[in-house]
C-alpha cells in the first residue's frame, strides 16, 4: 500500500518562507513524476510545480522565482521551498506522485496541508 505523507504547512507573515515535505511509502518500482497542487478556497485545484525522474521541474508563473521544487531520491521525498510567500499562496497544499508498479503506473495524492499567508 503506497501513502504519500505531507509536513511543513502552516501560518506565516507575507514575505516569510516555508517548506514543504512529501515522503513516499510502500511498494512501487520508481517515482517518475512528483508535483504540488494547491486548492484556494472557492478555487479550482491547480499544479504549482513539477518534478521528473530526470530532474526537469516546472513551475506555474505565479510562483516562479520564489518556489523552489527539489527531491531527494535516497529518501523517496520531495520538497518545496517557498519564500516571499504572499496572501494569494493561501491554499491546501497536496502533493502528487505518479508511481511506477509492475503493471502500470498509477497517481496518489497526500492528505494535504494547510499554507495560510497572513497580510
Known amino acids: 500500500q503506497v501513502q504519500l505523507v505531507e509536513s511543513g504547512g502552516g501560518v506565516v507573515q507575507a514575505g516569510g518562507s516555508l517548506r514543504l515535505s512529501c515522503t513516499a511509502s510502500g511498494t512501487f518500482l520508481s517515482i517518475l513524476v512528483m508535483g504540488w497542487y494547491r486548492e484556494a478556497a472557492g478555487k479550482q485545484r491547480e499544479l504549482v510545480a513539477s518534478?521528473?525522474?530526470?530532474?526537469?521541474?516546472s513551475y506555474t508563473d505565479s510562483v516562479k522565482g520564489r518556489f523552489t521544487i527539489s527531491r531527494d531520491i535516497h529518501k523517496d521525498t520531495m520538497y518545496l521551498e517557498m519564500n516571499s510567500l504572499k496572501p494569494e499562496d493561501t491554499a491546501v497544499y497536496y502533493c502528487?506522485?505518479?508511481?511506477?508498479?509492475?503493471?502500470?503506473?498509477?497517481?496518489?495524492w497526500g492528505q494535504g496541508t494547510q499554507v495560510t499567508v497572513s497580510s
Open positions: 518534478i521528473t525522474a530526470s530532474n526537469r521541474r
Open positions: 502528487n506522485a505518479r508511481l511506477d508498479h509492475d503493471v502500470g503506473y498509477q497517481d496518489y
